[in-house]
């Protein structure tokens, strides 16, 4: 859920002809998304009644559909009966745009959901390591985006889009060389100006502003090394959403990046009561990670085999299994076994996106 292809998937205020003047419905897709990032599934379906009683060919209700699934069954990709379904929504969502844009090319809400919709087929493809087909869906979704450039000021729901944009299209041909020849076909961004347009988002967004606290919060974490920052952000939606895992794990994750394990403990207490399976791991990490800046080396050392021992999700974990690895690694340096720690930090360079991890890891091998 992070990069620049992860658009924009709730309908702002000025895009819809349909829906501006419709404060009513607006307020029912809000509620329902606040229903579903705090995992109270059971309530979304009498307020996606509603809408569609008044919408029944809207867009914005397969979107909708495929948002809950996508949160409901995390990680989706290991549930097949609840990603076809998801893909399905998502391929709902593109065809009845197309029979909007079918009557007016320029139409801004056929336009925006279309641009939703590749946009999420876009990340299922990043997900499942298909980047060039990610890439394909990005390029469906781009002219559309680009519509939203312009509207920053008129709608500042559009200051995520842009900004995501700005900053991932230069970030992701650094990580992904092998889409760099098809780049060529999107406009040029500025990762500063990206950042500083999303912090706008994260403000002054209604609709948008959890997706850009998510997606910016991930950012710091993993490309700016700004674990502060990014604890912040993952702080607030933690607080608000406080059901749900990804939120509560990143939050934690930041805070003891940034060196305040203690006030990471009461979210990982949350982590320990969630039923995911893939927490596990994470829990394990966190709390190693506590232990050694402690000084607690034994019980980091058992926390953090234990942690490389469980299953990783590519998705969600990965990154904590990269964290467990390097913790080791100091673990072996610090007792002089050199050999050992070169090991482990191979194995982190294997697993790690975060530009700190990679860094630790590089410096050690290099020195």
Not at 130 to 147: D, F, P
Not at 167 to 178: F, G, L, Q
Not at 276 to 283: D, E, I, N, T
Request: proline share 5%; net charge positive; charged share 25%.
């Amino acid at each position: 859920m992070k990069k620049f292809f992860l658009l924009l998937w709730l309908l702002p205020p000025a895009a819809s002809a349909q829906l501006i003047d419709d404060t009513a419905t607006q307020q029912l897709i809000l509620k329902a998304t606040d229903k579903i990032y705090n995992y109270e599934f059971d309530e979304i379906d009498p307020i996606v009644r509603q809408v569609r009683a008044k919408y029944p060919n809207h867009p914005v209700l397969p979107v909708l559909k495929s948002l809950q699934l996508y949160w409901q069954y995390l990680p989706i990709k290991e549930n097949r009966t609840a990603m076809n379904q998801y893909m399905n929504y998502l391929n709902q969502g593109v065809a009845l745009s197309d029979k909007i844009l079918e009557k007016n090319e320029n139409d801004p809400e056929g336009v925006f959901f279309s641009m939703a919709s590749h946009g999420y087929l876009a990340m299922k493809y990043h997900y499942d390591n298909e980047n060039m087909k990610a890439v394909n869906e990005a390029r469906k979704a781009y002219s559309y985006l680009k519509a939203g450039f312009k509207l920053m000021e008129k709608n500042p729901e559009f200051y995520f889009t842009t900004g995501l944009y700005n900053y991932y299209v230069e970030r992701y041909p650094m990580d992904h060389p092998i889409v760099k020849p098809v780049m060529i076909f999107f406009q040029d961004g500025d990762m500063p100006l990206g950042l500083k347009q999303m912090e706008i988002g994260a403000k002054r967004g209604i609709f948008t502003r959890t997706e850009t606290g998510l997606y910016l919060g991930q950012i710091y974490l993993k490309h700016e090394s700004q674990f502060a920052r990014g604890a912040a952000l993952f702080r607030q939606l933690a607080d608000k959403y406080p059901q749900n895992p990804v939120f509560n794990m990143h939050c934690a994750e930041g805070l003891v990046l940034a060196g305040r394990g203690s006030e990471a403990l009461p979210y990982i207490a949350r982590l320990k009561e969630m039923p995911q399976k893939f927490l596990a791991l994470p829990v394990k990490v966190l709390e190693a990670m506590i232990q050694e800046k402690a000084g607690d080396l034994r019980e980091a050392a058992e926390n953090y085999q234990a942690a490389i021992r469980l299953p990783v999700n590519d998705v969600f974990t990965k990154e904590f299994s990269a964290h467990a690895y390097a913790g080791l690694a100091r673990q072996a340096a610090r007792s002089g076994n050199r050999n050992q720690a070169k090991t482990y930090y191979k194995k982190v360079l294997d697993l790690a996106e975060y530009k700190s991890t990679i860094r630790e890891a590089r410096n050690f091998l290099k020195s």
